[in-house]
């Protein structure tokens, strides 16, 4: 591994982030360079391993699926909230089975599922690899199994492992 | 601060409706979280100003500086990245600390410890890779 710019993406990062938080200047540029470096070599320091994507085309894919995925939930979870119709909604635990074991993936997941109005991530046994998840409005649980592991865990599965 | 500016409509509206939006969905997840009964529930209403409340106000904010700037405004994007990967932990801490809690009282809402998969679902759908 490079030793001296481990973590490339992160440094790119990094200086984008800066750069798109001050104005750009070449001495912005060494300046965000310079902290960009010494973040990476501090990640480094904590952390060895680093994350492998294998396939990089299919990000803009996940990505625009989850968009789609918040606005649309975003709309249920709000109409649920306002039409005040208690009794008719049943909220509910799920139990997903996950063949995902990459802690990178499981991450992702995580934050999509969080940030997905509706679906809250609750547990997750490293064991047995069962996720917990709790569901706003559960019409049918085995809807909600198939959902989770077609739409996302076999698209996180071809990126990260 | 003076309100002195003069911005088209073809840039007010949409800044205005993605205004309208975002904070539209702030105020029902608050009042969702107010007005849901049980602790579950209640992790599902904020999510809304987190995500698309949020995005909205952020999207606003990015087309109107745009404007007033002459050139491309978009740090404003940082926030909903680091809302959108900051959240998680919050919601799962709390999540499982009520799981936790209500497992180790019995409470008869939530399932046991070890949940037992639905059986044979992964032999009949097994992926490619």
Redesign the interface.
Known sequence: MNRLLPYPLLIVSIVVMWLALTRFSVGQLLLGAGVALVAAQGLAALRPSTPRLRRWDLIPKLIGIVLLDIVRSNIAVARLILSGKRAKRKSGFVAIPLELRDPMGLAVLAVIITSTPGTAWLDYSDRRGVLLLHIFDLVDESEWVDLIKTRYEYLLMEIFE | MSVEYDIPLWIALPVSAFLLIGA??TL??T??LI????F??R???P??G???GTGAIVIASMILFSYLESRPV??E??IGIFV??T??VT??LL??AA?YRDRSEGSPL??PM?????PS??TT?E?A?
């Open positions: 539209f969905l029902t997840g009042i969702g007005r849901l009964r049980i579950y529930d992790l599902h209403a999510t809304l987190s995500s698309w978009v740090h994007i940082l959108t990967v959240t998680p919601f799962m999540g499982r799981l939530v399932p070890d949940v037992a998969p639905p679902k992964e759908a992926p890779s």
